[in-house]
């Protein structure tokens, strides 16, 4: 298919301009953009023409949007970006006296290169951003995705001046995903004998030492075997599934199965014959490059698909310098990107992304895919099923309507209500039944 052409004029073209370009205009317009810092040649084109410069272009085929500078910038720092709210919108970079109020490229660059967690900010018990201090959490904005709002506004205004760019648009169709976090293979069985016999003994002490031996001797289910359901459901509904897994040594909040067990690894072999899988490196790989590369090495001695997609555990790591690791290890997509505490969007996004490092000022190999709704966080969120139901409704509806990709998160845990308030599955259920 002919994309239509967008030619564009800047005073200089750099990285971060580059990149900018590509996600709004190519990705989530479908437009073919060419840049131009040659006025004489920009002008001479044919075809669409947009004036990303201060200085004003004359001319029945021009359009001028002013830029706020944050592209052209060589330096990260605090910006002055005067965010406003406008129904769903947060609007950032305002511009006066222009039909879009504000730059939209420049508001995207900032949601999507991630750049206020390049500047000093307060972390949370487990070294991650706190949450409360993202700028769309503080505006309550965070259950839209502002990217693809901004760039539907843009696309809007290209075409008041050319039609023929109203043929565009993005040919990506919706998708649901749903990605599952396997920090325990099996909750009761495949511990090792230490661990086992530690669960025993723990049991007994509360007077539940029957449902361990009814898994140990193989006449119960162990709780976390629920992956047969899992495929089935999501196969029923045409959705995609990842399963990422934990290989890492234990600690204090890595609870996953020996991966040098025989059956461990069986399973996790039958579970990849059905689906895709990545993997889900342990608290302290972010802090640990030679952990990280273990692990991953090892995930992929155990299987046979190749292991090109990551999750980081708790969501911890270290930007930009995790996200370069798992780029150096051949991870190709990482799916780190999401809420702890809260649903919606962290990137301000619900579509795949590249990654871009602010300090060496490059574009990043790695794309991030943003996932936008997390089962334990719904149920910490909502006293109900019913009410998380909704609100995973509410974000799917906002994706499916810009063709977007519904990337939800789950773990075997919580959809079985192990140590929390109600089992997630039942969430799952709906929102895959209906689809």
Not at 308 to 326: E, G, I
Request: with cysteine; charged share 25%; hydrophobic share 35%.
């Amino acid at each position: 298919m002919t994309h239509p052409t967008l030619n564009i004029f800047t005073k200089k073209i750099n990285p971060r301009l580059i990149y900018t370009v590509n996600e709004v205009f190519v990705r989530r317009l479908g437009l073919e953009p060419k840049l131009f810092n040659d006025q004489d040649a920009f002008q001479q084109a044919e075809g669409a023409k947009l004036n990303y410069s201060s200085e004003l272009i004359d001319g029945d085929e021009v359009l001028n949007l002013p830029p706020a500078g944050l592209l052209f910038e060589k330096r990260i720092q605090a910006q002055e970006h005067e965010a406003f709210k406008q129904d769903h919108l947060l609007f950032l970079f305002p511009i006066k006296s222009h039909d879009l109020g504000f730059d939209p490229l420049a508001a995207s660059f900032y949601h999507l290169s991630r750049y206020e967690e390049y500047l000093p900010h307060r972390n949370d018990e487990h070294g991650r951003f706190l949450e409360e201090d993202f700028l769309l959490v503080k505006h309550q904005a965070e259950d839209y995705p502002h990217v693809e709002g901004y760039a539907q506004l843009l696309g809007k205004w290209l075409a008041t001046k050319f039609p023929i760019l109203t043929v565009a648009g993005d040919q990506q169709s919706y998708q649901h995903v749903v990605t599952v976090d396997v920090d325990q293979l099996y909750a009761l069985k495949q511990k090792g004998l230490a661990r086992t016999v530690f669960g025993l003994s723990k049991d007994a002490l509360q007077g539940k030492v029957g449902k361990r031996v009814a898994v140990l001797t193989g006449s119960q289910k162990d709780p976390n075997d629920i992956y047969d359901e899992l495929f089935a459901a999501s196969a029923a509904a045409q959705a995609k599934t990842i399963f990422f897994f934990q290989v890492g040594e234990g600690s204090r909040y890595d609870q996953n199965n020996p991966p040098h067990l025989s059956s461990v690894k069986d399973r996790m072999n039958r579970i990849a014959i059905q689906s895709q899988l990545g993997i889900h490196p342990s608290y302290y790989s972010s802090d640990d490059p030679h952990m990280l590369q273990k692990e991953i090495e090892r995930l992929r001695s155990i299987v046979p698909s190749p292991v090109v997609m990551s999750r980081q555990h708790y969501l911890r790591f270290q930007l930009p310098d995790t996200f370069r690791r798992l780029q150096e290890f051949g991870i190709e997509e990482d799916y780190s990107i999401g809420f702890t505490t809260r649903n919606g969007f962290r990137a301000a996004t619900c579509k795949p992304f590249r990654g871009f490092d602010l300090e060496r000022e490059d574009i990043m190999e790695i794309t991030f895919m943003p996932s936008c709704f997390m089962d334990l966080a719904a149920v910490r969120k909502h006293l109900r099923s019913e009410e998380a139901i909704s609100a995973g409704q509410r974000l799917r509806a906002t994706v499916r309507s810009f063709s977007g990709q519904f990337i939800s998160t789950w773990h075997p845990e919580v959809l079985t209500g192990q140590g929390v308030d109600y089992p997630s599955m039942p969430i799952l259920m709906e929102l895959l039944e209906h689809d």
